[in-house]
């Protein structure tokens, strides 16, 4: 029968739709971390058995050392003369005495003492040294380490941490931020200069050609002592990997290279559009490399003199920098609350105009972010999952601004164990691989309106981002940040306050949706981008037991009731103040409208209410009759059957959109 011709057509098309929304999906359990990074962190605690040398000094400005500083004499003296003040001092003995090492600034000097102590003791001694009427401050030069969690093998081979959220419920939304332009340049940090305080790089071939020249600040550990610095030298012009692995496991874990700071600086900068491997976040930015971690990590005034020379200011026995930064990334740190050389390193650069962002640490801890994420004026970034949940190994608390995508982060590495082999590219996962991504989008702002102040850039980075999941750890507190980083939301917004041309996603018409009562519903709500990048939805006031997914933008009511007409509104969730909303209609009803026949090509010219001959005749008309009364019996609801899919914009069965 022709009904049964028509019900057969209907069926055969519903299944089609249904297999089309078929989505793959993968879950992969979460690797324990926890067992590798407290074992890491147990083993660097200060009363743990390794023994320190180092303190940093910070001479008064208004003190007599001003004086000797201006008749040239020189800082080894100044350090000197302090060992007549602690020859009487309880926290030193007659044998040990201080020598100078190196300069951080000006007044603030690293003093070395004549031997090894322990954490306790050589607090103590800096106590000791504080006293002295010409100094500001003392204190031990602690190691910083690698916000770094390893990881057996790749979760993926691709970069879904930066993608958007209709894909990757986590991501940073790169691809809407990509697209826009700013005079005919791609947003894509061309000309800004991005500062990567870490362990150093290779010139691998998806990197090399955005580097600048940079510095390696690791000074010898003491005389022709160059364990940290793993290079045979100390501090000087090649900011190069030699590598950082470890044998000595009384000093630190014992462990291959990390190439860290390749990978860091890959997250950021790796050159984009090339055909080759991965591409940055602004992967038209300057890459500034300055070497401060090695073997068992680094020093805090290695670190803290080389913010100041990255933006610029004056190091002692350092050239200037040709190449100022205005973007620091620092994905290391250590336990404890802001030291005051941090804190005058990053106040000193922060008055350049110079953003600071930092990882906040992978101890799993709820209540507290590392140094220098702790300190005053940076930005503390936080990690969270594809799924948009805080990741388990991420440290939080007060003091954090803002959480990024921090698992099985891919980019540039190499394959050497040890020294360096070949470039490769390897995953990630940790906090460290966090604070890149938003380093990388402080420089599509500030390519965008460069001389942004540090405060305008975090205000941007705040307020778009996207809230964390509902039922999320992080959901309902304030202590997790404002949000995940979303790019092309900062991005949009700074364009818009700058008055340049941009494109929100606009939402395509969804016609009138009909369905029996106690039927079943399911249709998909569609957007146009400029970009052609996919859209996500946010949808409200839908009725009583229906559902909408915001990424996939399917509607389902799977028992729809009871009979009357229903309306919901959708927006787009990128530039939802720029994006048309739409509303969608849906008609609870025993009688649905046949959709009109229209011919396809008429054969010749309608006149007097008559038609030529048509692609549908009479025959094909009542049949469409017959199956229309059919659907009058609610005792069989064929076409109402659980996982029926209507699919918009041609659904079955709707009425014509005016």
């Known amino acids: 029968m022709p009904v049964t011709r028509n019900l057969l057509v209907v069926a055969t098309c519903a299944l089609t739709l249904a297999s089309s929304y078929v989505a793959l999906a993968q879950s992969v359990a979460p690797r324990d971390f926890k067992s590798s990074v407290q074992a890491q962190h147990n083993a660097l605690q200060p009363g743990s058995a390794v023994r320190m040398n180092r303190l940093i000094v910070k001479f008064r400005s208004d003190s007599d050392d001003t004086a000797i500083a201006q008749n040239g004499t020189p800082a080894q003296e100044h350090v000197h003369a302090l060992n007549a003040r602690l020859a009487s001092g309880t926290a030193i003995d007659a044998v040990t005495t201080l ?56 979760y993926t081979a691709q970069q879904g941490n930066l993608k958007s959220p209709v894909v990757v419920a986590g991501g ?72 950082d692995w470890n044998t000595q496991a009384n000093l630190c874990d014992v462990d291959n290279s990390s190439w860290h700071g390749t990978h860091v600086a890959g997250i950021i900068g790796a050159v984009g559009n090339n055909n080759t491997g991965v591409i940055g976040v602004a992967y038209r930015a300057n890459i500034l490399p300055v070497r401060v971690l090695g073997v068992c990590g680094g020093f805090t005034s290695d670190t803290a003199a080389a913010l100041q020379w990255a933006v610029g200011l004056t190091v002692p026995g350092v050239p200037v920098n040709p190449n100022p930064a205005k973007v620091i990334n620092m994905s290391f740190g250590r336990t404890g609350s802001c030291s005051s050389t941090y804190q005058a390193a990053i106040t000193a650069a922060r008055n350049k105009g110079a953003v600071i962002v930092v990882s906040a640490g992978n101890e799993y801890s709820r209540t507290t972010i590392t140094q220098p994420a702790n300190c005053s004026g940076v930005i503390a970034v936080t990690a969270h999952t594809s799924t948009g949940a805080l990741a388990d190994y991420a440290n939080t608390g007060f003091g954090t601004t803002i959480s990024a995508p921090g698992n099985s982060i891919y980019t540039t590495s190499n394959t050497g164990l040890t020294a360096p082999v070949a470039d490769s590219y390897s995953a990630l996962s940790g906090t460290s691989f966090s604070a890149p991504q938003v380093s990388g989008v402080v420089a599509l702002l500030m390519q965008i309106k460069p001389g942004m102040s540090p405060a305008e850039v975090q205000n941007h980075l705040v307020s778009s981002a996207r809230s964390f999941p509902s039922a999320t750890y992080c959901a309902t507190r304030t202590d997790c940040g404002a949000g995940l980083l979303d790019a092309f939301k900062a991005v949009n917004a700074l364009l818009t306050s700058q008055g340049i041309a941009n494109a929100a996603p606009v939402l395509n018409a969804v016609p009138t949706q009909y369905v029996l009562p106690d039927g079943n519903l399911q249709f998909t709500v569609t957007a146009t981008d400029a970009e052609g990048d996919e859209v996500s939805f946010n949808g409200t006031g839908l009725p009583n037991g229906a559902t909408f997914n915001a990424i996939t933008g399917v509607f389902s009511w799977p028992k729809a009731q009871p009979a009357g007409d229903y309306t919901f509104v959708v927006q787009p969730t990128d530039g939802v103040s720029l994006g048309a909303s739409v509303s969608v209609k849906i008609s609870v009803t025993t009688t649905i409208p046949v959709e009109p026949v229209i011919p396809a090509t008429p054969a010749a010219t309608v006149t007097g209410g008559k038609s030529g001959g048509g692609a549908l005749g009479w025959f094909e008309l009542l049949c469409g009759l017959l199956l229309a009364l059919s659907m009058r019996d609610q005792a069989k609801p064929r076409l109402a059957m659980p996982g029926f899919r209507v699919s918009s914009p041609a659904p079955a069965y709707r009425r014509p959109a005016p």
């Not at 000006?106 to 001694?125: K, N």
């Open 172 to 243: 940073a939304n790169l691809p809407n931020a990509w697209g826009r332009t700013v005079g005919g340049v791609p947003v894509s940090g061309a000309g800004v200069t991005v500062a990567v305080l870490d362990t150093g790089y290779r010139p691998h071939t998806d990197l090399a050609a955005n580097v600048v020249a940079g510095y390696d600040f690791i000074s010898a550990d003491g005389f022709n002592n160059y364990f940290t610095a793993n290079d045979g030298d100390g501090r000087d012009a090649s900011a190069l990997d030699p590598g």
């Open 99 to 154: 020598s100078y090492l190196k300069s951080v600034s000006a007044h603030t000097h690293v003093a070395q003492t004549s031997r090894a102590m322990a954490h306790a003791e050589l607090s103590a001694l800096a106590q000791t040294v504080a006293q002295d009427p010409r100094v500001e401050y003392a204190e031990v030069d602690e190691r910083v380490y690698p916000h770094f969690v390893p990881n057996d093998s790749l």
